[in-house]
């Protein structure tokens, strides 16, 4: 991890602008300012200046069916040190040719520019990322890298590499946040800030999956082989481990870890292993272009007309009755 100009150690004021688009979650806007507002409170001093932009100035309508106000339009981000722009869903609406323009066109202005969640495509779309080190998502990190292979894209919590930086989701956010806040204002600050909000950061460097809900270590209610058992399902999407093998590779019979799931998430390993399946492939269908195929090859159905039966009965339609515009809601972004 290569640090920029930001993280350095200074009683100097930061200055950034937050560039929210439709469709992204409050968590993730909340990830990026309330460490920045906590630590301004703990210091007695803005220490950290922030507005909130949107591409025309309007509110966003946000996943949790709120409306965020801005400050204005992005041409009211000049004068900032950091950009921070924060996406989530339905790209393709809101990651505009003339946005991808401005952002190439001002990019210059800024110190660093960063990107949380879904936003490292939009700055990858503009030519931001080229020769960086980056992270997005883990849900889309495949295909970024595919998309734009000039980028170096890391399963990281997040990346900084020189003047860009980029996190995965709003957890890793709030991460990189109190990384800053440590590097301007020293460990001290940064552990009121995490002792806040009762959470304490975890390394850029640790991977996405492995701190997902269901992972060894992350839940102490969970019995560890159970986590170990999501753990592999969150990661073989495409090429689901039969039960049997599953069981197996905790030591326990087929019958024993359903029981054991049964306990604990009050349902069987096989119908937990298709919801994952199914809400990717759900993911799939509102935020790519992949053709139906391609979906459920990511997602270790055996066919298109494989997935479409077991999509329909679980969301009630058709993937390609999702796709049509205007046919689904943003669903609540995975953190």
């Known amino acids: ?35 920045l507002r906590a630590a301004n409170r703990h210091l007695g ?3 950290f200046r922030f507005r909130i932009v949107t591409p025309d100035g309007r509110p966003a309508p946000l ?16 004068g900032a040190a950091l950009l921070m722009v924060i996406a989530g869903y339905r790209l393709a609406e809101v990651a505009t040719r003339p946005l991808i323009r401005d952002l190439r066109n001002m990019a210059h202005g800024f110190t660093a520019i960063g ?3 879904a936003a490292p495509w939009v700055l ?30 890391r399963p990281d919590r997040y990346v900084i590499d020189r003047n860009r930086m980029t996190a995965g989701g709003a957890a890793p956010a709030y991460d990189l946040m109190l990384h800053l806040i440590r590097a301007r ?7 009121l800030v995490a002792q806040s909000f009762l959470q304490s950061p975890r390394p850029g460097n640790s991977p996405q999956v492995a701190t997902l809900p269901g992972a060894p270590g992350n839940d102490p209610n969970l019995d560890p082989r159970v986590a170990r058992v999501l753990a592999r399902m969150e990661t073989t999407l495409d090429s689901p481990d039969p039960i049997a093998a599953l069981a197996a590779s905790v030591g326990l019979s087929p ?61 009630g339609q058709s993937p390609t009755t999702l796709r049509r515009p205007g046919a689904h809601k943003p669903a609540s972004l995975t953190v």
């Open 115 to 117: 990107g949380v969640d």
């Open 1 to 35: 991890m290569t640090e920029n100009a930001l993280f350095v150690s200074t009683k100097a004021p930061l200055d950034l602008a937050v560039l929210v688009l439709p469709h992204c979650s409050i968590l993730e806007v909340a990830s990026v300012l309330d460490p």
């Open 45 to 47: 001093a803005d220490a």
């Open 185 to 191: 204002h020293g460990a001290g600050l940064a552990r």
């Open 255 to 315: 019958r024993r870890l359903e029981s054991l799931f049964r306990h604990s998430l009050g349902t069987s390993p096989g119908a937990h292993a298709l919801s994952l399946r199914l809400a990717a492939a759900r993911r799939m269908l509102t935020d790519t272009a992949h053709p139906l195929s391609e979906v459920a090859l990511r997602t270790g159905f055996s066919s298109p007309a494989t997935l479409s039966r077991a999509f329909r009965r679980t969301f």
């Open 63 to 78: 996943t949790c069916g709120i409306e965020l106000p801005s400050s204005g339009a992005l041409s009211m981000a000049k």
């Open 124 to 153: 990858a779309r503009a030519g931001l990322l080229d020769g960086h080190r980056a992270t997005v998502h883990w849900e889309d990190q495949e295909d970024l890298a595919h998309a734009h292979p000039h980028i170096d894209v």
